[in-house]
């Protein structure tokens, strides 16, 4: 089960341009800034109070948050979830009938084990759980 909500994601089309937007609106602080060559992608972290929310910029438009991009335009991706133990959340998700876009737990940019829930399954919204 999920302890919170561990951050939001949001695509964007300009990472540095909203890296300063939301420092500049919201206080926000960058915790963490990485490429993942094999996503395709550019993130960072920002806190914001107590919060955390991920910025993400495509580095190829066949990437995942390319394709996000092509289709939908900047705006909410995800929302992640944190868990004690992401494989007992797994296998509690597979139990619930929910579809899993990851069968097993990979890295993360931020080092710590993730899966994705497809979004069929959570009422349209791609869902990241995240062990914390």
């Not at 909500?5 to 300063?20: F, K, P, Y």
């Not at 910025?55 to 868990?83: E, Q, W």
């Amino acid at each position: 089960m999920p302890t919170g909500i561990h951050h939001i994601g949001v695509a964007v089309a300009d990472l540095d341009e909203s890296i300063r937007h939301y420092r500049n609106a919201l206080g926000a602080q960058l915790v963490h800034r990485a490429v993942s060559d094999s996503e395709g992608l550019e993130a960072a972290l920002l806190r914001i109070g107590t919060d955390e929310i991920e910025l993400m910029s495509a580095l190829r438009d066949d990437s995942p948050v390319g394709k996000f991009m092509a289709k939908r335009g900047p705006g909410l991706h995800h929302v992640a979830y944190g868990v004690k133990d992401i494989d007992l959340a797994l296998a509690e998700a597979r139990a619930a009938g929910l579809e899993l876009i990851d069968a097993k737990p990979r890295i993360g940019l931020n080092g710590r084990r993730i899966a994705f829930v497809h979004p069929k399954s959570m009422g349209g919204v791609l869902t990241e759980l995240v062990e914390a």
